[in-house]
Each structure stands twice: as structure tokens, then as C-alpha cells.
């Protein structure tokens, strides 16, 4: 079975500085899809960025960057520029194309003003 | 357009009780997913719907869960004879088909007294 594994429970960044979110993974196929979701108070899932394991150009997103490396399974989160409003639970997901989808057990990022 | 819709966004019941939690997805889409969510941790898969194929139920804990998808379109997921341990956060989320996004509802907060 697949796994998702974030090691960071809690992260803090001073607003306008750069945090990276790690996020690992194990699985034995060759092709899947990753994302990153936000979940701010609202509990409203959104989708941040997302990964298709095929493509080796890492993924952007305005302020949102990726770090992948299908080697070693890791896919982390680069947010630049942090502003309050990035506040909020983190979670990496890892998807097959059976449509198997997991996700990491999530990562709070607190925003410093 | 409009998202995904759940109902009722709270709910409060006895132990013992059954409870119904509604998910109106997105128009259109074909895929429709329950997770679970405890307080703090991540989300747990818990039943998937694709088209008219029969569900993913892999990830239901008990036989106490069970959900329907009635038209491609409504989803219901039913907890019979409530548990504490039932309460979490449950999520819906829909998506246009297998490689796609997908797109979450606001979720329903059950508390089991």
C-alpha cells in the first residue's frame, strides 16, 4: 500500500520569507500523481499544486514551487514570499491511476507577522 | 459555478443513533470521494464512486458505514449505531473523471455524544 509521510507536524515562517514543507512517499508504481492541499479554519480543502510523476520539470505555481525527486520520493512545498493569508494546514497526497488516494497526516504552518 | 455542497455542515447525535450525511458534487463529475478526518490528522480514505462501476469500499472501518450514490449524482453516507470514536470531520470531493483534481466540499462536523 501506498504511504505519504509528512515528518513536520508544525512549521512557522516569518511573513515574506521563503518555507519548505517536506513530504515523502513509498509506492512501487512508476506512475502517479502528487498534490499539495491547503486547509485553512474553514476546513475548506484547496488545491495548491500538483505533480504528475511522468514529468520531470517540477511544478510552479505563482509563489508555490515543488522539489521532486522520483528517486527518493519526496515532494516538498517551497512557498515564497509567505503572507498571512498561507496560514493553514498543509497536506501532500499521493494518487494512482486506479485512483487510490492518500494523503500525509498534515503539516500547520503558522504565518508571522 | 457551484462546488461541492455537504449537509448539514454540523451535526450533533447520541450514541447509538444512525445519521445520514448528504455530498452534492460538482455537475458533471463522474468521480465522488468520503474521507474521514479526526481532529488534527489527516484525511482517511473511506469510499469511492466512479460512474456506474461499483464502489471502492475498501476503506469503510465497519459495517456500521455505508454510503449510495443514487443517479450518478447524490451521494449519502450512512453511520448506523454511532460510535464516539465516529467523531470527525467528513469530507466529499468530486472530480471530472480519474487523472483530474479533485474538488472538495466544506465537510460535515459529526460529534457523537
Known amino acids: 500500500a501506498q504511504t505519504v509521510t509528512q515528518s513536520q507536524p508544525e512549521m512557522s515562517v516569518q511573513e515574506a520569507e521563503t518555507v519548505t514543507l517536506s513530504c515523502t512517499y513509498d509506492?512501487?508504481?512508476?506512475?502517479?500523481?502528487l498534490f499539495w492541499y491547503k486547509q485553512p479554519p474553514s476546513r475548506q480543502m484547496i488545491l495548491v499544486i500538483r505533480q504528475e510523476a511522468y514529468k520531470q520539470q517540477n511544478a510552479t505555481e505563482n509563489r508555490f514551487s515543488v522539489n521532486f525527486q522520483k528517486a527518493a520520493k519526496s515532494f516538498s512545498l517551497k512557498i515564497s514570499d509567505s503572507q498571512l493569508g498561507d496560514a493553514a494546514m498543509y497536506f501532500c497526497a499521493y494518487r494512482n491511476n486506479n485512483n487510490d488516494m492518500r494523503f500525509g497526516a498534515g503539516t500547520r504552518l503558522t504565518v508571522k507577522p | 459555478g457551484a462546488g461541492v455542497s455537504q449537509s448539514p455542515s454540523n451535526k450533533v447525535t447520541e450514541k447509538g443513533k444512525d445519521v445520514e450525511l448528504r455530498c452534492d458534487p460538482i455537475s458533471g463529475h463522474t468521480a465522488l470521494y468520503w474521507y474521514r478526518q479526526s481532529l488534527g490528522q489527516g484525511l482517511e480514505f473511506l469510499i469511492y464512486f466512479q460512474g456506474n462501476s461499483a464502489p471502492d469500499k475498501s476503506g469503510l472501518p465497519s459495517d456500521r458505514f455505508s454510503a449510495e450514490r443514487t443517479g450518478g449524482s447524490v451521494s449519502t453516507l450512512t453511520i448506523q449505531r454511532t460510535q464516539q470514536e465516529d467523531s470527525a470531520v467528513y469530507l466529499c470531493a468530486s472530480s471530472p473523471g480519474r487523472t483530474n483534481e479533485q474538488f472538495f466540499g466544506p465537510g460535515t462536523r459529526l460529534t457523537v455524544l
Open positions: 509506492t512501487s508504481e512508476s506512475d502517479y500523481y
